[in-house]
């Protein structure tokens, strides 16, 4: 079972409101990501992190932010959400390696912004 | 430049028959290949990887994966279908700095 955990699992917010969504690890993972999908579409990379200070934004522009203070924590922040936000939100992370080593997910915020 | 294809968004089969799920990859390297599944409201679990050291990769609920270089696919199949199996299967593969690109998803829909 992996340890990766991903606060809140719903959410319903409001345009205009600020919003941060949690996901902290306790497999002392270096790399995280933060991936988003809509239905019947694949995942998209928005966000990836090396480590500590370190954060990336992915292959899918996004207006959201990320941070890095903590290996186990990495959380995503919207300063303004909008009804185009809404979607699901699917947090991971790795173990450093060559590229074999793979992702543990967690289960995932579903946002909706109305 | 990574990317996945998966072929057929959705599959119906019957329980107890063959499960095929097809997956295309493009890579220019050796890839590294994963098959995830994702039930409803969940997020994605591992079944089953492939990282060079055999082509058939056997993975978790009966579920197993051949690696094919000369045709870049990496099929996913099970003998017997059971009703459990009905989820969403995602093909990924991996860079060397383990970036991840996924394919569209396959939907599995086991019949009675």
């Known amino acids: 079972e992996a340890d990766i955990y991903q606060t809140p699992r719903y959410l319903v917010i409001g345009t205009g409101k600020k919003i941060t969504l949690e996901c902290s690890q306790t497999?002392?993972?270096?790399?995280m990501y933060w991936y988003q999908q809509d239905p019947g579409m694949e995942l998209h990379l928005i966000h990836y992190?090396?480590?500590?200070?370190?954060?990336e934004k992915g292959d899918l522009s996004s207006e959201s932010t990320v941070s890095r203070i903590r290996t186990e924590h990495f959380p995503l922040t919207l300063e303004s959400a909008r009804p185009s936000h809404t979607s699901q939100y699917l947090c991971?992370?790795?173990?450093?390696?060559?590229?074999?080593?793979?992702?543990?997910f967690g289960q995932g915020t579903r946002l909706t912004v109305v | 430049a990574q990317s996945v294809t998966q072929l057929g968004s959705h599959v119906s089969v019957s329980e107890g028959a063959l499960v095929l799920l097809r997956c295309n990859y493009s890579s220019s390297v050796p890839p590294y290949l994963f098959w995830y599944v994702q039930y409803p409201n969940q997020g994605l679990q591992l079944l089953l990887k492939y990282t060079s050291a055999a082509t058939l990769v056997k993975g978790i609920n009966g579920f197993e994966a051949e690696f094919k270089k000369s045709e870049t696919s990496f099929h996913l199949t099970k003998p017997s279908a059971h009703m459990s199996d009905a989820a969403e299967y995602f093909c990924?593969?991996?860079?060397?700095?383990?970036?991840?690109?996924f394919g569209s998803g396959t939907k599995l829909n086991v019949k009675p």
């Open positions: 992190s090396y480590g500590v200070n370190s954060t």
């Open positions: 990924a593969v991996s860079d060397s700095l383990n970036k991840f690109y």
């Open positions: 497999m002392g993972h270096d790399k």
């Open positions: 991971a992370s790795s173990e450093y390696g060559g590229g074999n080593t793979e992702a543990f």
